[in-house]
């Protein structure tokens, strides 16, 4: 089902936290609210739950205002980082909870819960209680809790960041994947970009309660709207270099690169400005290659499938990503080259991308 926030105001007290955010989420979507701690992510979905009401603006679930409308006439389901399970009933009753709430017969019960337990691979631990599985396991039941009851849309805040990063990764993948199955409209909080990046159709980035850019990862990703945008997907960062039209080029950390078509035309009359370049569109070379710049390697970070590089060049810090085997010592000349083809520009004052 679609969900709209139409020009939607919180405050609490004076301060608005939400400040006419509009936001159009279209049935079996799942959008991804993404954006740093306070920035009004939770207040968000809270006003879908109902658990919070607008100041002014409207949100509608369907075709329906629900401003006004009880929690529990939404059919939303609220998936909590906190599990929030109830640690005296067995994983079964946990699951069964909602559907007993609503007087659901004993026999569609025990179908649905065993059919969601299956699914999510808790058929084994139904009779647990929640102290006596793993963090994934709760975490898989707190889920459960919530497609059981076959909800119009489902709200995640932040359920993976209380798992440690091997598990976070694995149930990342199995919400995925019962997102493709489910076809349930989501909306996912997180602060974490990979996961925004993984698992949204679409992302917004929201900074002190205005949405900053909607749109597909990758396209957020590439043509970021502005600099809060470009730095907050992609890690390790993008690259912001001071930049300069010189001599028909444009020159940055003492490289020189193409000048886009039309980029003099979107530049009027900044004369500096801004280089966005990500580690992994900076190319580098350990001996002197025609065209590359020579730069002092200062930090190397070996990964295991690939080494983060971070250099200095005309007095600027750059990050590459390099290949494992790539022979590179800290302290000693490397040679790099920018993509200019992927370089993004920035207006330094405001922040915001200069598009060619
Ligand atoms: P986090 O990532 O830290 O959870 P968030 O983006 O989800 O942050 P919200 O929980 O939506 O942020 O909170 C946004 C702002 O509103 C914060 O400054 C918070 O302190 C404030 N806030 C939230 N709930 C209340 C409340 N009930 N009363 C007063 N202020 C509140």
């Known amino acids: 089902m679609k969900v709209q926030f139409d020009r ?18 279209e049935p079996g979507e799942c959008v991804v609210l993404l954006g740093p701690s306070g920035c009004g992510k939770t207040t968000m979905l809270r006003l879908v739950a109902g658990l919070e009401t607008p100041d002014s603006g409207r949100i ?10 009880p929690p529990a006439d939404r059919n939303v389901a609220m998936v909590f980082q906190n599990y929030a399970l109830y640690p005296h009933l067995s994983v079964y009753e946990n699951i069964a909870f909602p559907l007993i709430a609503r007087r659901t017969a004993v026999d569609e019960i025990r179908r649905r819960v065993n059919d969601v337990a299956s699914r999510l691979e808790l058929a084994s631990c139904l009779t647990r209680r929640p102290a006596q599985l793993s963090g994934g396991q ?17 709200l995640m805040d932040e359920p993976l960041s209380n798992l440690d990063a091997q598990l976070r990764t694995q149930t990342r993948g199995e919400l ?3 997102q493709q199955v489910l076809g349930t409209t989501t909306i996912h ?3 974490d970009q990979a996961e925004a990046m993984t698992l949204g159709h679409r992302v917004a980035i929201l900074r002190a309660g205005r949405i900053e850019q909607f749109g597909a990862p990758l396209e957020l990703y590439r043509r970021p709207i502005n600099r809060f945008v470009a730095g907050f997907l992609g890690s ?33 009359r900044i004369q500096k400005f801004e280089l966005g370049v990500r580690p992994e569109d900076v190319q580098l070379r350990v001996s002197p290659d025609p065209g590359a710049v020579e730069a002092r390697v200062e930090i190397l970070e070996a990964i295991g499938n690939e080494t983060i590089v971070t250099m200095t060049s005309a007095g600027d810090r750059i990050v590459a990503r390099a290949a494992a085997d790539l022979p590179i010592e800290a302290g000693h000349p490397v040679w ?11 207006d330094p004052a405001s922040g915001t ?3 060619p």
């Open 353 to 355: 991308r200069i598009a």
């Open 336 to 346: 790099f080259r920018m993509d200019d083809a992927k370089a993004v520009f920035f």
């Open 189 to 191: 909080v997180t602060h």
């Open 176 to 178: 995925k994947r019962l």
């Open 138 to 154: 709760q975490q898989r039941v707190a889920l459960a809790r919530a497609i059981v009851r076959n909800p119009v849309v489902y």
């Open 60 to 69: 509608l679930i369907g075709d329906r205002i629900v401003n006004d409308v």
């Open 8 to 25: 939607v105001t919180k405050r609490f007290g004076s301060n608005a936290v939400l400040d006419e955010v509009s936001l159009e989420i």
């Open 236 to 268: 390790p960062a993008i690259n912001i270099l001071p930049a300069s039209l010189t001599s028909g080029e444009i020159v940055a950390a003492g490289a020189r690169l193409r000048v886009p078509a039309g980029l003099r035309d979107a530049l009027g």
